[in-house]
């Protein structure tokens, strides 16, 4: 079938869990399916004549993506919008035309909308069946729920307010999918209405691009991959060098930590023993070096593709609750779950002077990414998806 994919991300190169999701799930897509890729490119550089991505597409077309700034006077007046401040801001009179002059151009049999901002297009394809891809609501309701008063109070309003542009989105999709079974079973609960097709699609990676690398490992060195325009890792990351970093260092003097993605010039607590790298070319051989992965996240929704890709590694991972939300894992066989500064700090220290609790871990973890986590079992279920919808 013909599919027109609408994507936030311009997936490649691959260096956040958006972009890995994107682009592995086209590319298996692309196998069986014609596929048309109109994108927004969050990076200067992106090229869409190179030969990773001309190998999946027929068609791309790429739109500059305007970040959202919430002190712009468009964003100000999206208050009194009935749609979120972001979506106000964010939208894009060219993403608009390009969406109405490729199906002018040609028929297509499926629409597939990636997140929140693609999901915001549908009045221009609406007379097309579609599907509302990686619905992600936990991280809203969890902070409009907040045992933070303050952080409660702020959010009130953007989660109320998505919550009634959500119920319009959703009317225009014939599917959707979410990565995890708890985002499923808030979807339900807060949308009890919606009773069309919610498909699980978890996070998954192909296994055959991580069993190849090969690297030495790196004594006493700790890795974080997440970039800080997403909230949550910037939360993350003040909390562990805040509260935990201390901690380990105290027990294992001149350990390092290494924080890669963009980190927007956010200013950190110290930056003693810890390096931002930035973008990273080889950011699967950096993270196989390094003794212990962290995922100290304290919101958010979704899964966390970091900890999948630490695992198929043979880094082993220590995350809190939130960190390893939605994935099928034991806490002390396939990574340690640790919520508090301390408890968290000892799990790290146990892993750095244990080699074969890290060896143990790292295998049993593994194993599990490649049981549950390929991508080959999840296309085989989005492929039943669409073919139920076309």
């Known amino acids: 079938m013909k599919i027109l994919f609408l994507s936030r991300w311009f997936p490649f190169p691959s260096d956040n869990g958006s972009k890995l999701r994107i682009y592995n799930l086209l590319r298996g897509l692309s196998q069986y399916h014609d ?105 809203f309701h969890d902070q409009a729920f907040s045992p933070d008063g303050k952080i409660r109070l702020r959010q009130a309003l953007t989660w109320f307010k998505l919550r009634m542009y959500l119920a319009r989105l959703l009317d225009a999709f014939q599917a959707c999918t979410v990565v995890s079974g708890r985002e499923r079973q808030l979807l339900v609960q807060n949308f009890p209405a919606f009773k069309k097709q919610i498909e699980i699609i978890p996070n998954c990676l192909d296994m055959d691009e991580y069993n190849v690398v090969k690297a030495d490992k790196i004594e006493n060195t700790l890795i974080f991959s997440g970039s800080f325009k997403y909230g949550a890792n910037y939360e993350a990351m003040l909390w562990f060098i805040g509260e935990v970093f201390p901690l380990i260092q105290e027990r294992v003097p001149g350990t390092q930590l290494i924080i890669t993605g963009d980190h927007g010039s956010l200013p950190l607590q110290s930056s003693k023993n810890i390096t931002l790298t930035g973008f990273v070319d080889d950011i699967k051989s950096l993270v196989a070096s390094c003794s212990v992965s962290i995922a100290p996240l304290l919101s958010g929704g979704g899964t966390r593709l970091k900890i999948l890709e630490a695992m198929a590694l043979g ?7 939130k960190g390893a939300e939605g994935l099928d894992v034991t806490d002390n066989e396939h990574l340690f779950i640790a919520n508090s500064p301390a408890e968290f700090a000892g799990c790290v220290i146990k892993l750095l002077g244990d080699e074969n609790k890290r060896l143990q871990m790292a295998e049993k973890a593994r194993m599990l990414v490649w049981e549950k986590y390929n991508w080959g079992n999840a296309l085989s279920a989005y492929s039943r998806l669409i073919n139920t919808l076309v």
């Open 315 to 321: 880094t082993p991972v220590v995350a809190t609750s």
């Open 35 to 139: 596929v048309t890729l109109l994108s927004f490119a969050d990076q200067p550089g992106v090229n869409p004549e190179a030969p990773e991505v001309q190998e999946i597409y027929s068609q791309v077309n790429v739109i500059p993506w305007k970040e959202f700034d919430p002190y712009t006077l468009h964003a100000r007046l999206g208050i009194f919008s009935s749609k979120p401040r972001s979506i106000v801001d964010t939208f894009s009179p060219e993403m608009e035309q390009a969406i109405s002059k490729t199906l002018d151009k040609q028929a297509y049999d499926l629409i597939i909308a990636s997140q929140w901002q693609m999901a915001a297009y549908y009045p221009y394809f609406s007379n097309i069946p579609a599907v509302f891809e990686e619905i992600e609501i936990g991280y």
